[in-house]
């Protein structure tokens, strides 16, 4: 069975950073594209950042751009998402999402992603 697992999230002050990890089970992570989505309370997801398989490739949004970076370990299966300086506007539900080609116009939509985790809490508030 093909699952990802989120973990790292948690409370932290604005300016503080952060360090998601997506680590899969079941399948090869080194295969696919990863994607880090968000949602939160009212609002729709949107994509965060995403990596090819080989890691050539990386997109971010310009919400985030400077701020974060996405990172891929695939000897140990796992994707990262180091978060620093970060806003209350960051609060949301963290997720990660994997498909086989990471695209160009369609990097960051989720649609076209097929596998899901079940997300992670980041609260940025003092």
């Known amino acids: 069975q093909l699952t990802l697992v989120e973990s790292g999230g948690g409370l932290v002050q604005p300016g503080g950073s952060l360090k998601l990890s997506c680590a899969a089970s079941?399948?090869?992570?080194?295969?696919?594209?990863i994607g880090w989505f968000r949602q939160a309370p009212g609002k729709e997801r949107e994509g965060v950042s995403c990596i090819s398989s080989g890691a050539g490739t990386i997109y971010y949004a310009d919400s985030v751009k400077g701020r974060f970076t996405i990172a891929r370990d695939n000897a140990k299966n796992t994707v990262y998402l180091q978060m620093n300086s970060l806003k209350p506007e960051d609060t949301a539900v963290y997720y990660c999402a994997a498909k086989s080609i990471l695209g160009g116009r369609t990097a960051l939509r989720a649609y076209t992603y097929d596998y899901w985790g079940q997300g992670t809490q980041v609260t940025v508030s003092s």
């Open positions: 079941g399948f090869t992570l080194g295969a696919y594209a």
